[in-house]
């Protein structure tokens, strides 16, 4: 199933990065997680990982501290 559809309005989710997609209502789904709500102080970025010789991009969800600005 290539395109993911949201559980919640039905809508068809857009993809931020390979393994991570987004829906206007506020759900999205990580390929490692699944189906999540976001909140406010999520920040979604991506990590490098050595695998052999190559160096992959894999997406992770980062969460902002109050005395961070």
Not at 11 to 17: I, L, S, V, W, Y
Not at 36 to 54: A, H, S, Y
Request: aromatic share 8%; glycine share 8%; with cysteine.
């Amino acid at each position: 199933m290539a395109d993911r559809v949201c559980p919640e309005c039905g809508r068809k989710m857009k993809q931020q990065f390979i393994g991570l997609k987004h829906c206007k209502c506020g759900m999205s789904w990580l390929k490692s997680e699944g189906y999540f709500q976001r909140t406010p102080d999520m920040i979604f970025c991506l990590k490098r990982v050595k695998v052999g010789k190559k160096t992959k991009q894999i997406p992770v969800i980062k969460y902002r501290n109050d005395t961070e600005n």
